[in-house]
């Protein structure tokens, strides 16, 4: 069966990112208690994190931030999203929600600043090996002669074939 390996991940204390291959994500949301498990866990293709990342951005936005609470009464909102045509409705604190946009936007950021970790441009960079390799031989092929060499029986050698024919001055008249 076949394993993702973990390319990159993102950690802050509500919320784990990890970049896997084949072009896929997985999203760990901590829940407030340390010792349960995960409030959300969410996997799918990475070309969904980017609109991921504006829709928690904008609904973070639209929230006023939370004044000071304690840890018992933080305010919980109701997050909702669509990833391949399928609903998630995640219940988040501010710290949740915030540290998921953090997280985000560093995804965003490395997908700018490097090329290599963007899976668009990761493909072509693969095949640029081949498209250079390909230009290098089609040169040397145009950079060299064409070959017409033939080869012809030099004149002093007898022929295989007149070899076995007897030519006329060896024949005898009877």
């Known amino acids: 069966m076949f394993r993702s390996q973990v390319i990159k991940c993102y950690e802050l204390p509500y919320c784990t990112l990890e970049i896997l291959t084949p072009d896929r994500f997985r999203l760990l949301i901590e829940s407030l208690d340390q010792d349960s498990e995960p409030t959300f866990q969410l996997s799918s293709d990475r070309a969904q994190l980017i609109p991921l990342a504006q829709t928690l951005k904008e609904y973070q936005q639209s929230l006023a931030p939370p004044r000071h609470q304690s840890q018992e009464k933080q305010a919980i909102y109701p997050v909702h999203f669509v990833i391949k045509d399928q609903s998630y409705s995640p219940q988040l604190n501010w710290g949740q929600l915030s540290d998921v946009v953090k997280i985000l936007e560093q995804y965003q950021t490395d997908l700018q600043n490097n090329p290599h970790f963007n899976p668009k441009t990761r493909k072509y960079l693969l095949s640029l090996p081949l498209l250079i390799l390909a230009v290098v031989m089609t040169t040397l092929k145009l950079a060299s002669p064409?070959?017409?060499?033939?080869?012809?029986?030099?004149?002093?050698?007898?022929?295989?074939?007149?070899?076995?024919?007897?030519?006329?001055?060896?024949?005898?008249?009877?």
């Open 146 to 174: 064409p070959s017409t060499t033939t080869v012809k029986p030099s004149p002093s050698s007898p022929d295989q074939n007149s070899a076995s024919t007897p030519t006329p001055s060896q024949t005898t008249p009877t």
